[in-house]
C-alpha cells in the first residue's frame, strides 16, 4: 500500500497546473506547487497504482464516485487545471483508446445504448435542461443569454441554415424531445419527420405534437435510420444533432452513404456534432457509465467521407465555446435542483453525473473537445447564398 501510495503522490503531484492540497486517509497532508493552495483533494482510500497505469480515467471516475477521491472547490475549474497542464494524463487518451474494446454497434444495441442514457426518466432531465428539454449544445448569440434563449437560439440558427420553404420534407434523425421539428413546422411550414431511439422522447415528443396541434405536419417515429432508409423515403431537408457520437466508428461510412441515400439531389443537410482532432476511441469510464457505444469522430473523418459521397460541405463552424457554456449551465442547475435529485437519484449516480457535466464543460474549455456545425449538399446546389448575411437577418 505504500507503494501504491508513493506513486499515487507522484501522479497527483504531474497532474495539475495550479497548487493543490491533498489530503490523505491517514491524515498525511501533502501540497504541490507554490503558494496558497486553490484546491482540496481529499484521498479518502486506497487506490492501486496497477489500476491507475491500466486505465487512468475508469480508475479516477470510479474512485469519485464512490467517494475514495473527494474535491473541495469547483470542480470544473480542478478537472481544468488537469487540462491546462499538457503533461498530464487527460492529454494522453490515445494511449489508453487503443486497449479498449469495440463492440459492434447494430441496432439492437443501438437502441439499448440510446435508452440506456436518455430515458432515465423526464423527471430527472427536466430539473436541469431548461423548458424546451433540449439536450444538445446551445447558441449564445448574447453573453446575457438564458440557458433557454440559448436553446431556442441555436434551433433558429440550424432552421435558417437549411434554409427550408414551405412543403419541404425535413428529416430530424436523433429528434431528442420534438423541439426542432416542432418549430420548423410551425415557422417555416415544411413536413417534418423526426426519428429517436428513447422510448421517452417519443413519447413526450408526441404530447408536443399533439399540443400543438400539428398532426397533419409533424411525425415521430420510435427507429433507427437503418430502417428508415430502407424505406426508400426522401427528403428536401435532413438534420442531426447529437446523434452521430452513438453511431460507432465501424459505422461512420455507412450513417454518410444513408444520408446521401435519403437526400434529394441538391438537398441540404447539416450535421451537429462533437469533434476530436484525432481519431480515438471514448475513454472507458464514459462508455460504461455515460454514453455506451459512444464514439467521436475526427473531423477530418467527417470531411473525407461527405467527398466520397459526392455530399458538398458548403460551411463548418465550431460552437466549441457555446457547449462549454451549455454545460456549465447544466452543472450549474443539476447542483441548484440537488435536494430534488436526491429524492430519485442515489449518491453514487448523483456523483457520477456531477462529474460527467463538468469534466466535459471543462474539456470544452481547455481540453480536447470541439462540438461542429456542417452544412453540406448532395451534389452540387448554387442556389446556395454566396455570403452568410441571412444567417444573421431577422
Same mark, same amino acid.
Request: proline share 2%; with cysteine.
Given at each position: 500500500m505504500e507503494l501504491d501510495k508513493a506513486f499515487l503522490r507522484k501522479f %497527483?503531484?504531474?497532474?495539475?497546473?495550479? *497548487? +493543490?492540497?491533498?489530503? #490523505?486517509?491517514?491524515?498525511?497532508? $501533502?501540497?504541490? @506547487?507554490?503558494?496558497?493552495?486553490?484546491?482540496?483533494?481529499?484521498?479518502?482510500?486506497?487506490?492501486?497504482?496497477?489500476? %491507475?497505469?491500466?486505465?487512468?480515467?475508469? *480508475? +479516477?471516475?470510479?474512485? #469519485?464516485?464512490?467517494?475514495?477521491? $473527494?474535491?473541495? @472547490?469547483?470542480?470544473?475549474?480542478?478537472?481544468?487545471?488537469?487540462?491546462?497542464n499538457k503533461d498530464s494524463f487527460l492529454h494522453k487518451a490515445e494511449v489508453f483508446s487503443k486497449i479498449y474494446?469495440?463492440?459492434?454497434?447494430?441496432?439492437?444495441?443501438?437502441?439499448?445504448?440510446?435508452?440506456?442514457?436518455?430515458?432515465?426518466?423526464?423527471?430527472?432531465?427536466?430539473?436541469?435542461?431548461?423548458?424546451?428539454m433540449t439536450y444538445s449544445c446551445g447558441y449564445f448569440m448574447k453573453e446575457e443569454d438564458s440557458l433557454y434563449q440559448a436553446q431556442i437560439n441555436k434551433v433558429n440558427y440550424i432552421l435558417k441554415k437549411l434554409q427550408l420553404k414551405p412543403g419541404e420534407k425535413l428529416l430530424d434523425i436523433g429528434c431528442g424531445w420534438g423541439e426542432l421539428i416542432v418549430t420548423a413546422a410551425e415557422k417555416y411550414g415544411v413536413n417534418a419527420l423526426g426519428i429517436t431511439l428513447s422510448k421517452k422522447q417519443f413519447e413526450k415528443t408526441n404530447k408536443k405534437i399533439l399540443e400543438n396541434n400539428l398532426q397533419e405536419k409533424v411525425e415521430v417515429r420510435l427507429m433507427d435510420y437503418r430502417e428508415l432508409v430502407k424505406e426508400k423515403y426522401k427528403f428536401d431537408r435532413i438534420v442531426s444533432v447529437g446523434m452521430i457520437e452513438h453511431v460507432g466508428r465501424q459505422n461512420l461510412s455507412s450513417y454518410m452513404e444513408d444520408v446521401k441515400a435519403m437526400l434529394k439531389e441538391g438537398g441540404?443537410?447539416?450535421?451537429?456534432?462533437?469533434?476530436?482532432?484525432k481519431e480515438g476511441e471514448v475513454n472507458q469510464w464514459i462508455k460504461k457509465y455515460i454514453f455506451p457505444g459512444g464514439?467521436?469522430?475526427?473531423?477530418?473523418?467527417?470531411?473525407?467521407?461527405?467527398?466520397?459521397?459526392?455530399l458538398h460541405l458548403i460551411d463548418a463552424e465550431s460552437l466549441r465555446l457555446h457547449y462549454f457554456k451549455t454545460l456549465k449551465c447544466w452543472a450549474e442547475n443539476f447542483e441548484n435542483k440537488l435536494d430534488e435529485i436526491k429524492k430519485i437519484k442515489d449518491d453514487v449516480f448523483i456523483r457520477m453525473w456531477r462529474l460527467y457535466l463538468n469534466a466535459c464543460s471543462a474539456s470544452f474549455h481547455y481540453g480536447v473537445m470541439d462540438i461542429h456545425q456542417f452544412l453540406f449538399t448532395k451534389g452540387l446546389n448554387n442556389d446556395i447564398p454566396m455570403t452568410r448575411n441571412y444567417l444573421y437577418e431577422d
Open positions: %497527483i503531484q504531474s497532474a495539475f497546473s495550479d *497548487t +493543490v492540497e491533498v489530503i #490523505y486517509w491517514d491524515g498525511v497532508k $501533502d501540497k504541490y @506547487g507554490d503558494g496558497k493552495a486553490k484546491f482540496k483533494i481529499y484521498i479518502n482510500g486506497h487506490i492501486s497504482k496497477k489500476n %491507475i497505469l491500466k486505465d487512468p480515467f475508469l *480508475t +479516477v471516475g470510479e474512485a #469519485y464516485m464512490n467517494n475514495i477521491i $473527494d474535491f473541495e @472547490g469547483n470542480i470544473r475549474e480542478i478537472i481544468e487545471s488537469v487540462y491546462r474494446k469495440v463492440l459492434p454497434n447494430n441496432i439492437k444495441r443501438s437502441r439499448e445504448d440510446i435508452q440506456y442514457h436518455y430515458d432515465l426518466g423526464d423527471d430527472f432531465y427536466s430539473l436541469w435542461l431548461d423548458k424546451t441540404i443537410s447539416l450535421l451537429h456534432c462533437i469533434t476530436a482532432q464514439y467521436i469522430p475526427s473531423i477530418r473523418q467527417l470531411v473525407s467521407l461527405m467527398a466520397d459521397n459526392d
